[in-house]
Nanobody, 116 residues
Framework: QVQLVESGGGLVQPGGSLRLSCAAS????????MGWYRQAPGKQRDLVAS???????NIGDSVKGRFTISKDSGKNTMYLQMSSLKPEDTAVYFC??????????WGQGTQVTVSS
């Protein structure tokens, strides 16, 4: 079992920045990759960015150049640094982890609202 807890969401003005954190606990040694997804009202949940245990990253086209994903293995924490935020970035952001065999884990989500 893997537990994921997100933090760092909130209200920010367009052009602003936020950093999301995802603290992992439990059987973290099994994790193959982690990532951030987001879901806006009435829309599907989409991948924002992902990172493997070796540090290889994948950034979605809609946030490329504005968002950065990273991890601190010593703290068992993954981060999403978001800059130049736009109203269309407003969504609930979910932390995700996958282990061998394809089993997936999700956090409870954290709301990010970009509005003036």
């Amino acid at each position: 079992q893997v537990q994921l807890v997100e933090s760092g969401g909130g209200l920010v003005q367009p052009g602003g920045s936020l950093r999301l954190s995802c603290a992992a606990s439990g059987s973290i040694f099994n994790i193959k990759a982690m990532g951030w997804y987001r879901q806006a009202p009435g829309k599907q949940r989409d991948l924002v960015a992902s990172i493997t245990t070796s540090g290889r990253t994948n950034i979605g086209d809609s946030v490329k150049g504005r968002f950065t994903i990273s991890k601190d293995s010593g703290k068992n924490t993954m981060y999403l640094q978001m800059s130049s935020l736009k109203p269309e970035d407003t969504a609930v952001y979910f932390c995700h982890a996958i282990v061998p065999g394809g089993l997936e884990y999700w956090g409870q989500g954290t709301q990010v609202t970009v509005s003036s």
